[in-house]
T-cell receptor, first 114, second 111 residues
Framework: ETGVTQTPRHLVMGMTNKKSLKCEQH?????MYWYKQSAKKPLELMFV???????ENNSVPSRFSPECPNSSHLFLHLHTLQPEDSALYLC?????????????FGPGTRLTVL | SQQGEEDPQALSIQEGENATMNCSYK?????LQWYRQNSGRGLVHLIL?????REKHSGRLRVTLDTSKKSSSLLITASRAADTASYFC???????????FGEGTQLTVNP
């Protein structure tokens, strides 16, 4: 295991639902990331947090709302999603943002929006 | 085209053969990293090569980096069925510490 856990592993939701994805890292890292992985597309970086502060938002629609209550936990709150938001959502962490760091990924949440 | 493009998109070989995957990128980088992803799972870091390094080894993995051509290759020697996975290169640009991933190479190793 990589030391990064994600729950739930699978999620099916309607377009009017509100749900949250959870990520927890047990590595003592200071930086955490949300990525979206769709079929046939490269990983898309969504959000970056460093020491619980959001440092990057890559033009992600407001129906995705991240939250980082402490350096070990990261949430992605979902509401009013579209079918095209169906994808594998991956959380990752790294020691910090100073570079030359490998990222440790969780197993992902497979999201299906009906 | 994308930063960090892998080539080929798919590769199928027999167990015991070597597998070579290539990655091209466009901008100046601090380092290039290779990751592996089993179907539907998270990515696992394999190896990091810095911009001032030309070659790096880790077990059955050999990575080369040619910054003049903005390209890297990942060689897996004596492949095993368990090596079946998608392999991604990721570049860390000199402008920041974010990683940009390519679309990946799907490697299938047949027993």
């Amino acid at each position: 295991e990589t030391g990064v856990t994600q729950t739930p592993r699978h999620l099916v939701m309607g377009m009017t639902n509100k749900k949250s994805l959870k990520c927890e890292q047990h590595l003592g890292h200071n930086a955490m990331y949300w990525y979206k992985q769709s079929a046939k597309k490269p990983l898309e970086l969504m959000f970056v947090y460093s020491l619980e502060e959001r440092v990057e938002n890559n033009s992600v629609p407001s129906r995705f709302s991240p939250e980082c209550p402490n350096s070990s936990h990261l949430f992605l709150h979902l509401h009013t999603l579209q079918p095209e938001d169906s994808a594998l959502y991956l959380c990752a962490s790294s020691q910090d943002l100073r570079g030359y760091n490998e990222q440790f990924f969780g197993p992902g949440t497979r999201l299906t929006v009906l | 085209s994308q930063q960090g493009e892998e080539d080929p998109q798919a590769l199928s070989i027999q167990e015991g053969e070597n597998a070579t995957m290539n990655c091209s990128y466009k901008t100046s980088i601090n380092n290039l990293q290779w990751y592996r992803q089993n179907s539907g799972r998270g990515l696992v870091h394999l190896i990091l090569i810095r911009s001032n390094e030309r070659e790096k080894h880790s077990g059955r993995l050999r990575v080369t980096l040619d910054t003049s051509k903005k390209s890297s290759s990942l060689l897996i020697t004596a492949s095993r069925a368990a090596d079946t996975a998608s392999y991604f290169c990721a570049t860390e640009e000199t402008s920041g510490s974010r990683l940009t991933f390519g679309e990946g190479t799907q490697l299938t190793v047949n027993p």
